[in-house]
């Protein structure tokens, strides 16, 4: 099993930046793939951005493209999400995601999330 802990939210004036962490426990060796994901009040979960193991991305949804980045260390058991130039509309609880090895990333695990709050 793995759980997954997210850290890094708060609130930021438009145009900030923040770094989500998502820390990973547990069998690690078995996650295939991680990814964010995020959902605002009243809209349905959106994907930002998924990373496998051996780093290859998936393209970010043009929300997001060009000032959010997605990352991982190994060594760390951490998922990282850099966001830049914040805006209001990125308001949203953002969540991170496992997959399991063989399922691609096709996530079972999923963490509480972290609230990010732009005005």
């Known amino acids: 099993h793995v759980q997954l802990v997210e850290s890094g939210g708060g609130s930021v004036r438009a145009g900030g930046s923040l770094r989500l962490s998502c820390a990973a426990s547990?069998?690690?060796?078995?996650?295939?793939?991680m990814g964010w994901f995020r959902q605002a009040p009243g809209n349905e979960r959106e994907g930002v951005s998924w990373?496998?193991?051996?780093?290859?991305?998936?393209d970010y949804p043009s929300s997001v493209k060009g000032r959010f980045t997605i990352s991982q260390d190994h060594d760390k058991n951490t998922l990282y999400l850099q966001m830049n130039s914040l805006k209001p509309e990125d308001t949203a609880m953002y969540t991170c995601a496992a997959s399991r090895v063989g399922a691609g990333c096709s996530f079972s695990y999923w963490g509480q999330g972290t609230q990010v709050t732009v005005s």
């Open positions: 547990g069998i690690t060796n078995s996650i295939a793939c």
């Open positions: 990373i496998n193991r051996l780093g290859d991305v998936t």
